[in-house]
């Protein structure tokens, strides 16, 4: 209880969620955690095996500790960065899963990069690209990020 009161910038339903299951899937795990309920977030994982949701403005809406399977899953085939194939996020702390390093928090987007990525998606929709994860159809259901 006195850990509750030590930090007033998490907020108490935060604190108070209940440890996510190393048994469940990475899909279910994103499908349960906190976003920003306009839509506007991002979600990453970082370099301690931490998978968190970010705001706009890069404040962290919720975080949960990956274990080993659940990081593998999160690349789904894709190379592993080197740093993560020891990364277990449930040995980090609660602090500082809501209070990481700046090199586990997303950079934001310049709008530079976000002309770039407006291109780029315009550019796909010219050419009938409906759905970005190799081997999934526009059929299977929206991925939720």
């Known amino acids: ?3 509750k009161l030590l930090d007033p910038i998490i907020p108490q339903a935060v604190v108070d969620q209940q440890p996510i299951g190393n048994n469940m899937s990475l899909r279910d ?5 906190k ?11 970082g370099y301690d095996g931490v998978l968190r949701t ?6 962290i809406l919720d975080a949960v500790g990956l274990n080993p399977t ?3 899953e999160y690349y789904d ?5 080197e740093r993560l194939l ?3 996020g449930r040995n980090i702390s609660r602090w500082d899963m809501f209070h990481p390093d700046a090199e586990n928090i997303p ?18 929709e010219k050419r009938g690209v409906t759905c970005c994860i190799p081997g999934k159809s526009a059929d299977d259901g929206k991925p939720e990020y």
């Open 1 to 3: 209880m006195a850990d």
């Open 29 to 33: 795990i994103q499908k349960l955690m």
């Open 35 to 45: 976003k920003d309920p306009n839509g506007h977030h991002i979600s990453s994982l």
């Open 54 to 59: 970010f705001d706009n403005e890069r404040n």
């Open 70 to 72: 659940q990081i593998r």
């Open 77 to 81: 085939g894709l190379p592993i960065p």
């Open 86 to 88: 020891t990364a277990d």
């Open 107 to 124: 950079r934001k987007f310049t709008e530079e990069d976000k002309a770039k990525i407006r291109a780029y998606n315009e550019e796909l």
